[in-house]
């Protein structure tokens, strides 16, 4: 569009490597493009009518919005890098830290990430709304932050020996991006450990599904399905997994969310309706209301038992599926309280190619639960040491063995929901 892109993002935060995508439909803005080329104040007006319009929190915050927009407006700007640094002190009024401008180059790199053009070391960060620290959801598997030891909940204090205290989250991605080949050394606090990570750039390549057949675990065997990642590509990756399980005749299976940052809204419900026959997945809460939550529509591939493990690192689309999966019934959850995460952005592309991502609403499961407040707890707490989740990171083939205890509990509590449906003999 000539001025403006917008589009739903589901676990919108900034990115050192991907893992939300933009879909949706354009929205025009009243101003022209030459209107914000031209104008840092148009520029600063716009983003303010946008917030104004959309944002999720009618009290801004407690902040007078109105006279937030006079007080920006009354002030002189010699340039628009003067103007960007006025749009990013009024939106910290907000004290939102996914509510977020890009200038021209971060908006461009966004745009590079959804085109599944992936480069970098693989984390997903979000600023703690909190402590405002930068934290890691999770590490994209197989990438070299993954490969190294980072784990979910770390905190990036320094990034090349560059202090991240007060930093801006579009700023540390960007210092943490560059060439593949090239390296970065990243500094993170772990409890009262500080760790330090030196990694190296690479092309990342995501493959959202991985599935393999236990044929000793149960009666039939079990299915083991671990998705990464919730990207376009995934249902249809999901279905394949799903039903070559079935022609081998499982009889039950475990869903591996470890570690998985999220995606695509519309990626989680279609995978929520490949396992539930009937009833809500996911209610969306905006300004005005809420929306009639989405349903399973009867298309569910499999009715066979299930366990699904979450942990920490298991955020937003990955909180939406297995909260829908939980609240409905439909599968035990096993592993650790998931990151708490359930955020939508409004992602719009301003006419001079900077770009807005605008916090618009949030989501609740089945039961009404706010998924960003405290996140999805497990029906069943395994937690694994430190030492445990490195072992693990650094040697992927003993996911989903007797080697990964979170696995073997899940083994265990899938057999016996397997034995408890099997006919019980008849006496003679």
Known sequence: MAVTKRGLVLASTAVAV???TITGAGIQLSQ?????????????????????????DNTFNKVDWKATRTEYLNKPYANKEEAYKAVREMLKKLGDPYTRFMDPQEYKNMQIDISGELTGVG??????????????????????AFTA???????????????????ELNKAVSLIRGTPGTSVKLTVQRGDKQLSYQLKRAKIEIHPVR???????????????????????????????????EKQNVSGYILDLRSNPGGLLFTSIEIARMWLKQGAIVSTVYRQGKKEPEQANNRALTDKPLVVLVDGGSASASEILSGA???????????????GKGLVQSVSELGDGSGL?????????????????????????????DAQRQELSGDREKIGTAADLQYAKALEIL???????????PKS
């Not at 022209?32 to 007006?45: M, N, R, T």
């Not at 999966?325 to 990151?339: E, I, M, P, S, Y």
């Not at 991502?357 to 040491?385: C, F, M, Q, W």
């Open 123 to 144: 984390i997903q960060l979000a600023a703690d709304e909190k402590t405002k620290k930068l934290t890691v959801i999770a590490p994209i598997e197989d990438s070299p």
């Open 32 to 56: 022209g493009q030459a209107f914000f080329q031209e104008s840092p104040k148009g520029l600063i007006d716009g983003v303010w009518q946008i917030i104004d319009r959309t944002y999720v």
């Open 149 to 167: 030891g980072i784990l979910a909940k770390d905190i990036i204090t320094q990034i090349d020996a560059q202090t991240t205290e007060g930093m």
């Open 357 to 385: 991502a605008v916090t618009i609403a949030k989501y609740l499961t089945p039961n009404g639960r706010d998924i960003n407040k405290h996140g999805i707890d497990p029906d069943i707490e395994i937690k694994l040491s």
């Open 415 to 425: 057999t016996q929901r397997i034995k408890a449906q099997q006919p019980t003999a």
């Open 325 to 339: 999966l939980q609240d409905n019934k439909r599968a035990v959850l096993v592993g650790t309280k998931t990151f």
């Open 18 to 20: 991907s893992a939300v």
């Open 211 to 245: 599935s393999s057949y236990q044929k000793d675990a149960a009666q039939g065997g079990v299915g083991y399905i671990r998705l990464v990642q919730f990207s376009a590509n995934a249902p249809a990756d999901m279905k394949s997994a799903i039903q070559k399980l």
